[in-house]
């Protein structure tokens, strides 16, 4: 039987499980199984750029805390996993799909979106919407156009107006 300071300590790993999944947008199970240390590190410093993490669970601990928080993942709790867990909905996303597309043996298993479970094809979805940036010079640019086949107008116009 365990001892009563291993049970403590498994049921606050088991809270602060139910915690980071609770006050986080996007959380995504990922397999890392075959990178080395030196990847892991680079992946850890590029999430931590867009305040992320991502930690290593024993899945009996990480299924039950999904189970307390009646998330059904199951048949993905399988092998090493990784939760990686943030704030933000879109810059991990980002960060994960990129790298796991440049590191061919982390693989993406499923996510937890604004509280929805989320498959692959969600994820990458998400993964492939533009930065907010992107997103604010795709609106400036239209906005432009319309400026610019103004002023093209009006120059024409006046030019005709010249001519006659």
Do not use: C
């Amino acid at each position: 039987m365990a001892s009563l300071k291993a049970l403590e300590n498994k049921k606050s790993i088991v809270k602060e499980i139910e915690d980071n999944i609770k006050n986080s947008e996007s959380v995504i199970l990922f397999q890392y199984q075959g990178l080395t240390v030196s990847e892991l590190s680079e992946l850890r410093k590029q999430l931590r750029e867009v305040n992320s993490a991502f930690k290593v669970y024993k899945n009996t601990l990480l299924k039950r805390a999904l189970d307390d928080l009646n998330v059904d993942l199951t048949g993905f709790l399988e092998g090493p996993n990784a939760l990686l867990y943030s704030t933000n909905l879109l810059e991990p996303i980002k960060v994960i799909s990129e790298f796991a597309k440049n590191h061919d043996k982390l693989s993406i298993r499923v996510g937890i979106l604004s509280g929805d479970v989320a498959d692959l094809n969600t994820i990458n979805e998400y993964a492939s919407i533009p930065s907010r940036e992107g997103l604010l010079n795709m609106i400036a640019s239209g906005m432009m156009e319309h400026v610019r086949n103004l002023a093209i107008a009006l120059n024409l116009y006046a030019e005709k107006k010249e001519e006659n």
